[in-house]
């Protein structure tokens, strides 16, 4: 007999061994369940979304306007304390300021609008308020929001799911104890559904005035766990 043929012999032995421990894992009995942790804690990292906004009579005047009042923002922010690293600039737009003519006439332009967006991340929150301060005293004009956000979310990601297994475990050895089966080994584990929900931004104009009073509150850390179990019967 040459190598193939003794080749599809093992084979043709083998296929049915193996439909029939597919069958045998196909019938045994299971129990599924799953369990949600939460987890809620105070953030130690805000982000502030600011604008700058200037008007000129030439886009070049806009321009240059926009840029030196975004230069006194940076410098304030820096001297109080924001890292070169925690600041970064997008969304940098100009565009002209149109107006209707006279007696319907055709639309004219009448100057330009240079605008910079400005990002900067607050690692103090402590500071938070003061920092607001120095952005809007010196070039800032609109605050577009504040966020708040765990500067390293896994420990928490973590402690949320190991409450999701603690509860998913507890209500299996609720349910098989209540119908008098016994609980089995878990024949599979999945992960599914995690959620991180910082607080609703804050949106406010900018405006001259007394500190910005600012109410970090809570972020909610959440994860789901599915587990498959065998039900060993009585």
């Known amino acids: 007999m040459n190598i193939a ?3 599809m012999l093992c084979t043709a032995v083998a296929l049915p061994a193996g439909a029939l421990s597919g069958a045998a894992l196909a019938e045994t009995p299971r129990l599924t369940v799953t369990g949600e942790g939460m987890v809620a804690g105070r953030p130690d990292l805000a ?3 600011l604008g700058v906004t200037s008007e000129g009579a030439t886009a070049a005047e806009a321009m240059s306007d926009n840029s030196a009042n975004l230069a006194r ?3 304030r922010l ?3 304390g924001i890292e070169d690293r925690d600041l970064q600039t997008t969304g940098l737009s100009l565009n002209p300021n ?3 003519g006279p007696d319907g006439s055709a639309p004219r332009i009448e100057g330009y609008v240079a605008s910079n967006m400005l990002t900067v991340r607050v690692r103090d929150l402590a500071r938070l308020g003061s920092v607001l301060d120095e952005a809007v005293q010196d070039g800032a004009n609109t605050l577009h929001g504040v966020s708040f956000a765990l500067a390293d979310p896994e420990p928490a990601m973590d402690e949320a ?3 999701a ?3 998913a475990r507890a209500r299996a050895e609720l349910l098989t104890g209540a119908a008098g089966v016994t609980l ?3 024949l599979e584990i999945r992960e599914g559904g995690d959620d991180y929900r910082p607080p609703m931004p804050m949106y406010r104009e900018a405006a001259m005035g007394a500190p910005v009073p600012v109410a970090e509150g809570e972020i909610e850390t959440s994860a789901r766990v599915t587990l498959v179990y065998e039900i060993v019967q009585p």
């Open 47 to 49: 982000t502030i979304t």
């Open 165 to 167: 297994v603690a509860k």
């Open 184 to 186: 089995g080994p878990i």
């Open 78 to 80: 820096k001297g109080a």
């Open 73 to 75: 923002v940076l410098e």
């Open 98 to 100: 149109w107006t209707q």
């Open 161 to 163: 799911r190991r409450k």
């Open 5 to 7: 043929k003794v080749l």
